[in-house]
């Protein structure tokens, strides 16, 4: 394998970011640390504060970034903010735009819509905040019932959890040889294989 | 509700931690900050880098660490050099001696093993580190088919993902009114209810 076939994903971190939308597929990654490389950005380097309060340290800064791979965007009670921001949406559109994958986790598509990133896309978020959620971006269409959804270079998953499931799935497709299956059996993860299947759109009174 | 009653559970980070063995059940746990404080400490208040290399922060010294209430010690790479840390074990019994509940996920059961705190006591660990894993302590009752074990005051949990199954139980057992249940919904994480069930077990040759 040579060194220009190493993918990377960017992990957008930002105050106010969900925890397990971040650590549960940078757990799934970093099991496959020889053809996956994750790096955590944030406003600057240092330590940024979760919604839980738990800081993690962003090694590198949004404006230090290099250009991206594969984005992704988790969600959290900081994106109620980060929709808002328009220097940062500025930020996040210009720089992902020559991304190879746009991804998000929860309510990151909340995100990613905000910043036109997924104009004329099938997209999905997390159940109990999809009226929110599925209020921005122009011509998304948002999907009330999906694991997680992929719409060509976009993929976007449901709440928090859907996340390690879509991470897995994305891994089987750019690895191309079940590692992303495979990096849930050594995390002891019983995978939802199905993108299509949401038991929490039900739960969530999105579908009768 | 008084202040008294509120449960605190304490997160012993070290250099090689597992990110989801903390990350998912924090993620659970803060779902009811009301009623469950979380706190992380670490070798020296400070990051303390994970296994796959993300650093978190521990506000809290071990030197510093008030008596605990409950006590969670993860898995991960940084458990093989733990069990011969001598005065790591020695903080760790007689820090955990008086607490309320004793608690591990993945690997985190050698370490409880190798202080002494499984003496007498049944327990489990992570499915593909068994082997090594069940090696500690003197007197231990190791299952090699649990999704998780409670042992009275002791929980101990397969790998990985088994931890936020075990957190969801017992959340719903320390609280009472199905807020584990209730805090996996909101992660929209499809949660395990049965302890004895173990898909892994099987998979990794524990048992035929």
């Known amino acids: 394998m040579t060194a220009s ?4 994903v960017s992990i957008v971190l930002f105050d106010g970011f969900e925890l397990l939308d971040v650590f549960g597929p ?5 099991i496959e640390p020889e053809r996956i490389e ?14 839980q309060g738990a800081e993690v340290v962003a090694p590198i800064a949004y404006a230090e970034a290099g250009a991206p791979d594969i ?6 009670a900081g ?11 500025d930020w996040l559109r210009s720089w992902s735009l020559d991304a190879a994958l746009v991804t998000s986790v929860c309510t990151g598509s909340a995100v990613l819509a905000a910043a036109g990133l997924l104009e004329g896309r099938r997209a999905t978020s997390n159940k ?26 976009r993929w976007t998953s449901s709440g928090v959890a859907a996340g390690m499931d879509m991470t897995a799935a994305l891994m089987d497709r750019i690895l191309g040889d079940g590692a992303g299956t495979r990096a849930a059996a050594v995390a002891e993860l019983e995978l939802h294989l199905d993108a299509d ?6 739960s969530s009174g999105l579908i009768s």
């Open 26 to 30: 940078l757990e799934l990654l970093s």
């Open 5 to 8: 076939s190493v993918r990377r």
């Open 71 to 76: 984005v992704l965007v988790p969600g959290g």
């Open 128 to 153: 109990l905040a999809f009226a929110w959620a599925s209020g921005h971006g122009g011509d998304v269409d948002w999907a009330p019932s999906a694991r997680w959804v992929e719409d060509g270079d």
């Open 197 to 202: 299947r949401d038991p929490f759109a039900r």
């Open 38 to 51: 994750v790096e955590l950005v944030g406003p600057r380097a240092g330590s940024v504060a979760s919604s």
């Open 79 to 89: 994106t109620r903010r980060l929709v808002h921001d328009a220097a940062f949406l």
